[in-house]
């Protein structure tokens, strides 16, 4: 979803309260809670009924078919012009029941924070800021591994959301991001940015200066356009829409993950997301989740 209205924000945002939906992505409805997470203190969340029945969870995610799609970021529409659609936030769909959790992903084939392939059997919808160093550690120890394991083998796709909770640089990173994405070079900008964190103990306060590094990098081609973008006020509305979203739909910290329908809060180990994520395909191979018709058709294309 991009540019909401702020009636139609606010309207979407009292929907999704009233329905209890944020609740429901947080686990208040589940019964079973993972051991907290020692980086950052999350959980990872099962709510009612979202558990794999009849069947090892392993066996039946192995049985998935992967989706048709290209895997790679190459797969991105582009504008006319040659550019990409950095405006893009927010849901694929509407959110107004319980029912409609895995609207949240956006399965859209123009979104340039995207990687893997569009007919997916699972998306994770991650939520995170730059400037966090849960994040970090995320996307340089588990990350790596559903890569390889999963979106490699379109099992699984990945829509990043950007949320800059923690301060003026954080702000600014968003801000270099969708610069970035603008001219196809996300991914390989984000992938520059948490290599560098990696080793820094709390928030980097990474500037302009070191957003251009990353974008170098990257292989961001028009440098002149990425600085003018990330320093101009061209991305403020949309980085503030995209916080304001997360938070309604109860995301409270960074790094949070809904994969598939199941929420999980914080770097938590590698195992717990591939425990989650064998969960969520067991659950596309039951039938109780499947691909919408009009992912399976944009793979087509």
Known sequence: MKNVTKTTWAFLAM????????????????????????????????????????????????????????????????????????????????????????????RNPADPFAIGAIDAPVVISEYSDFECPFCSRYANQTEPTILKDYVDKG??????????????????????????????????????????????????????????????????????????????????????EARAYASSLGVTGTPGFLVGDQFIAGAQPTENFIEVINNQLARVQQGINSVPEEAKKAAKN
Do not use: C
């Open 15 to 106: 929907l999704i309260i009233i329905a209890g939906l944020g609740g429901y992505v947080l686990g208040e409805r589940g019964n079973n809670t993972a051991n907290n997470a020692a980086a950052g203190g999350g959980t990872a969340t099962t709510g009612e009924g979202t558990g794999a029945q009849g069947g090892d969870t392993a066996a039946l995610a192995a049985l998935v078919a992967p989706g048709k799609g290209d895997r790679t970021e190459k797969a991105i529409k582009a504008n006319d012009d040659g550019t990409y659609d950095a405006m893009i936030f927010g849901p694929g769909g509407p959110l107004e029941t319980q029912d409609d959790i895995l609207n949240i992903h956006r």
């Open 155 to 240: 099992l699984v796709r990945i829509e990043w959301n950007d949320m800059a909770i923690n301060g003026p640089n954080a702000v600014a990173a968003a801000k270099a991001g969708r610069a970035a994405a603008e001219q196809g070079k996300f991914q390989e900008f984000k992938h520059a940015l948490y290599s560098a964190s990696k080793d820094i103990n709390g928030h980097p306060g990474f500037d302009i200066d070191d957003f251009v590094r990353f974008a170098e990098e990257a292989g961001v081609e028009d440098m002149d356009k990425f600085r003018e973008d990330a320093t101009s006020d061209k991305f403020d509305q949309v980085v503030s």
